[in-house]
């Protein structure tokens, strides 16, 4: 079974900061994964999508995220936090060709201090 | 506005009342998704359309629960005799044949029973 684990409910950065998202993901097959952003009383997102090309992917808003199979991980990255990146963050997963549902993590929320 | 909407955006309604919420995909998907999230998780799938064929009803989706797509175009999620633990922001997503499982999600519903 599938399943996304994210490390840290909560994490605090300056502005001008890196920002990492940590994702760690359970896949019996190759995954499909995703990241997604979710501002306060409003819907998804998409964020980017690692779909087996390029293990790093660039997405939306100067977010990176990296696909390592040999950690079963897919943190998400910005080089430097800007005020307006304040939100909550999830990671997905789809086995890769799978038409069904997507498995999201429990979220993240990112603050940003000025 | 192309992408999904979803209506109402906010229900309050008393324990024991049916309600029922409305999801308008992006014109071209035939994927549909409906996904519950409550305070503090990610969203968590309920069940999703291929066209008009309810293909998936995750375990969530008890018998006061039921879904439509009768055309193959909108949808609708009927909650009957509603309880408190019913109350959560209700997304919507929806999809194209083409991509990766890429899903676009809906400003959401939120539903509070009182």
């Known amino acids: 079974a599938q399943s996304v684990t994210q490390l840290g409910s909560h994490v605090s950065v300056s502005e001008g900061a890196l920002v990492l998202l940590r994702c760690n993901y359970s896949?019996?097959?190759?995954?499909?994964l995703f990241w997604y952003v979710q501002y306060p009383n409003q819907g998804l997102q998409l964020l980017l999508k690692y779909t087996s090309a390029a293990t790093l992917v660039k997405g939306i808003n100067g977010f990176e995220a990296e696909f390592k199979k040999s950690e079963t991980s897919f943190h998400l990255t910005k080089p430097s936090a800007h005020m307006s990146d304040a939100a909550e963050y999830f990671c997905?997963?789809?086995?890769?060709?799978?038409?069904?549902?997507?498995?999201f993590g429990k979220g993240t929320k990112l603050s940003v201090k000025p | 506005d192309t992408g999904v909407s979803q209506d109402p955006r906010h229900k309050i309604t008393k324990r024991g009342q049916n309600v029922t919420f409305r999801c308008d995909p992006i014109?071209?998907?035939?994927?549909l998704y409906w996904y519950r999230q409550t305070l503090g998780q990610g969203p968590e799938f309920l069940t999703y359309f291929q066209n008009e064929a309810q293909l998936e009803k995750s375990r969530l989706l008890s018998d006061r629960f039921s879904a439509e797509r009768p055309k193959g175009s909108f949808s609708t999620l009927e909650i009957q005799r509603t309880e408190q633990g019913d109350s959560a922001m209700y997304l919507c997503?929806?999809?194209?044949?083409?991509?990766?499982?890429?899903?676009?999600f809906g400003p959401g519903t939120r539903l509070t029973v009182l």
């Open positions: 997905a997963v789809t086995p890769g060709g799978s038409q069904g549902n997507l498995i």
């Open positions: 997503a929806s999809r194209g044949t083409s991509g990766y499982n890429e899903q676009f």
């Open positions: 014109s071209e998907h035939n994927r």
């Open positions: 896949s019996s097959v190759p995954p499909y």
